[in-house]
DNA sequence: TTATTATATACCAATATGGGAATATATCAA
DNA sequence: TTGATATATTCCCATATTGGTATATAATAA
């Protein structure tokens, strides 16, 4: 078998810097395919791509507008990777360090 | 131009749920090989592959010990992630939605 | 209707999987 | 040394990209 394909799940589609990215610009705000274009500096057939891809996974909605189409960001679907991830945070938030540091004093004490 | 290696980065890394499902396991402390292959039910090999690619992006850690290789996890790689992820978080959670409802409410006061 | 604009899709080439099986490497035991 | 155990690596195959180019589709304008 092969790899999972990206619009497997929303895992896998922001894996590509390409997809972040226009997440990362749709969070200031609706944009259509060719301010997309514009702003990423892409070509057009790369950034549908990418949108479809986004679309699949429910990253993005889109809205029609005569011939153009807007898409707009949908952050919910980024929960599951953020409820994911969130279970590490204490990894490496400083308030684990300073516990990390009480922990090594107590260790130190006991020699 | 092909997709990009799972060693490329941390966000292609996890985008395989065994490889996260790994990680999951090691958040609980230092597993060797053979207790990763016996808690996941794959075959060895699969579970070393999917270990050296959390190796090469620094999301785990080996320490030898005779013929056993013990991995740990390295949670402070998944930092970038997070960090990324952050900015969208108030789209899901409650605390924005109250907002949400604050400020509609200040608006409808203006009119 | 015809031309133009905005997007989406199809096609092609190159490549990095990921699973399975076999094999190599390293360590320890007898 | 020989054998067994624990891991890593290699091969082969089927597949899903991703980039580039060309083309199809939809909407609007002339």
Redesign the pocket.
């Known amino acids: 078998?092969?790899?999972?394909?990206?619009?497997t799940d929303v895992f896998n589609a922001i894996a590509?810097p390409?997809r972040r990215q226009i997440l990362d610009l749709l969070a200031n705000g609706e944009l259509?395919?060719?301010e997309l274009v514009e702003q990423l500096g892409l070509?057009?057939?790369?950034v549908?791509?990418r949108?479809?891809?986004l679309r699949e996974v429910g990253l993005v909605l889109?809205r029609d507008d005569?011939?153009?189409?807007h898409y707009r960001l949908n952050g919910r679907a980024l929960k599951p990777i953020h409820d994911w991830i969130r279970r590490y945070e204490q990894m490496w938030n400083e308030r684990f360090d300073a516990l990390d540091d009480v922990l090594e004093e107590l260790h130190d004490q006991e020699d």
């Not at 070509?43 to 790369?46: K, L």
């Open positions: 078998m092969a790899r999972a394909a990206t619009t590509e390409g259509s395919v060719n070509a057009q057939p790369q549908s791509k949108l479809q891809v889109v005569g011939r153009q189409r």
